[in-house]
């Protein structure tokens, strides 16, 4: 959990760029879509693009095999939310024996005598028979050029993991598709690589050293024939402290496959101390890792690495490096409010299939030091930033447990703390509504246990602003709230309010008082 003082004028240093956050989320369709399957009726639509018929068991067109027409699926309008537009279609062949990275190069008499089915594929998602594949859960296709199968690597979610026992998670599923023609399989490979689908293009197993260099299967590389994004290039900063000693094996265990098959070159730092990945995300040469910056641990590493990044005098650069965000912390709050996930393969599933989530980060000055802090959550003062300080102690000990401990150990002696607190008004923006004075109350009271900084041995230090407190206590809105608004508009320091704590009402004024 990250602490830091009160929000400076810096506060509200807005990640703008679309660029900036590329990694850091937007999967939180991808955790909480339930897995739905298509309306299955039959076919009676043309198809857009399809790959030729061939020799591969072609038993639709036998009338014995009309059972498996009344499986087919037709995915109605080709703008449907559900299935997008289609994108390419033909017959595949499904061959249902367990993925063996070697069998990848098995020539195709080894396949012969499956049965081909109608198989199609839109923008959104892989149509075959009754089944459907989305898109979103497609990790990326392993392909040798010249040969007529190819694998397709998803992350489906479990069959049967919605249910009240069960957790719900994803897990790999690999689907070797057969084509007609090896002219068929690179058609429906080029398929996926134009859906942003990544492809492990495998060398011919003809091309081999052993053949010689004049092989024709030498003669143009596999890439040459594949459409294929290059593979991002990312730092991975791991806490090895994180979630009780957990991380490393969350990664190295459950993450990194996942990275691999989407062939991400990834170079993984562990970090020896705390305050490690701050330098690193300071110093770090972004030529090295131009795709971001990865966090493993808990929101303490996340916090680290963006201070870090925010200390650099090429801040607008650094600012444009995503943070991608796998939970293997003990508590991960960061990552569930802000991208919905909090378990590590739908982090790392989202990381993969790109996309942003721009994120708040507010700036806190210390006024006697002049060092600034940044956050994107919240802030503390007093007794829960105590409470926070003290659970890093027994991290190890306790792991979630900690903040229970140093909470009841911290309510056994309570200080008193002392503070005030400073903020701009807002300007009032058109059409806003008349608020009760019930609820600036109640919002006032919330936040100031939000806002409040700790009033350490340095002296009490100043919030010069603050934005989620503008837009609730403007001046007229004071007004229409039937409060105290005794105060002129133009002197900022005039604004002070604060919390009576025993009666829960606003007094208006420069205040100090205790809690
Ligand atoms: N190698 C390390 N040894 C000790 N402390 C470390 C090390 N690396 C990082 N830290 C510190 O540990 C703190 C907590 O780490 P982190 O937030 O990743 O894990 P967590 O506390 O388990 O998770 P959460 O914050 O979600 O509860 C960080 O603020 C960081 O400063």
């Given at each position: 959990m990250q602490k830091s003082g009160s929000p400076s004028k810096?506060?509200?240093?807005?990640?703008?760029?679309?660029?900036?956050?590329?990694?850091?989320?937007?999967?939180s369709q991808i955790a909480n879509r339930q897995q739905t399957s298509p309306v299955v009726f039959p076919e009676k639509r043309s198809r857009r693009k399809t790959a030729k018929g061939g020799d591969?068991?072609?038993?639709?067109?036998d009338p014995k095999n009309a059972k498996m027409g009344e499986h087919r699926i037709d995915i109605g309008d080709e703008q449907s939310d559900l299935l997008g537009y289609e994108v390419f279609a033909g017959k595949l062949a499904l061959?249902?024996?367990?993925?063996?990275?070697?069998?990848?190069?098995?020539?195709?008499t080894e396949i012969a005598g499956l049965d081909a089915v109608d198989v199609k594929l839109t923008s959104k998602a892989l149509v075959w028979g009754s089944e459907m594949l989305s898109l979103e859960d497609v990790i990326s296709l392993s392909h040798c050029v010249g040969l007529r199968h190819f694998t397709v690597h998803a992350y489906p979610c479990r069959k049967g993991a919605c249910g009240l026992f069960m957790r719900r998670g994803k897990s790999r599923k690999d689907y070797r598709f057969v084509a007609s023609t090896s002219e068929d399989a690179l058609q429906w490979v080029n398929a996926f690589a134009d859906q942003q689908c990544y492809v492990n293009c495998l060398p011919h197993p003809m091309a081999s050293k052993k053949h010689g260099s004049d092989s024709i299967f030498n003669e143009f590389p596999p890439e040459s024939y594949i459409r294929c994004k290059s593979p991002p290039k990312m730092l991975v900063i791991l806490n090895p402290r994180s979630g009780r000693g957990r991380s490393s094996k969350v990664f190295h265990g459950l993450v990194e496959p996942i990275f691999k098959l989407a062939g991400f070159e990834l170079e993984v730092v562990k970090t020896t101390s705390a305050g490690h990945a701050r330098k690193l995300a300071a110093s770090v040469d972004f030529s090295t890792c131009p795709d971001g910056i990865i966090c493993v641990g808990g929101d303490g590493i996340v916090n680290e690495v963006l201070n870090g990044l925010l200390s650099r005098d090429n801040q607008k650069e650094a600012i444009s490096i995503p943070i991608g965000i796998?939970?293997?912390?003990?508590?991960n709050s960061l990552v569930w409010t802000v991208i919905g996930v909090r378990d590590p393969v739908s982090a790392a599933i989202a990381i993969v299939k790109g996309g942003l989530t721009a994120t708040d980060v507010f700036s806190v000055e210390w006024i006697h030091t002049g060092a600034i802090h940044f956050g994107t959550t919240v802030t503390y003062f007093g007794f829960v930033s105590d409470v926070l300080e003290l659970s890093e102690k027994h991290q190890k000990r306790f792991g979630p447990l900690r903040y229970f401990v140093a909470g009841f150990l911290k309510f056994l002696c309570l200080p008193k703390y002392s503070y005030g607190v400073e903020y701009l008004p807002a300007v009032r923006e058109a059409g806003e509504g008349k608020v009760s004075s019930d609820l600036e109350v109640i919002e006032m009271s919330e936040l100031y246990t939000d806002i409040m900084r700790r009033s350490s041995k340095e002296g009490l230090p100043r919030a010069s602003s603050l934005s989620s407190i503008d837009s609730i206590m403007t001046p007229s809105r004071m007004s229409e709230a039937g409060l105290d608004t005794t105060c002129s508009s133009t002197e900022p320091s005039e604004y002070v309010r604060a919390i009576?704590?025993?009666?829960k009402r606003l007094s208006v004024g420069r205040s100090k008082f205790t809690a």
């Open positions: 810096n506060s509200s240093l807005r990640l703008t760029s679309q660029q900036s956050l590329r990694r850091l989320g937007f999967c591969i068991g072609n038993k639709n067109d061959d249902k024996k367990k993925y063996n990275k070697d069998a990848e190069g098995q020539t195709s796998i939970p293997a912390g003990s508590d009576d704590p025993k009666s």
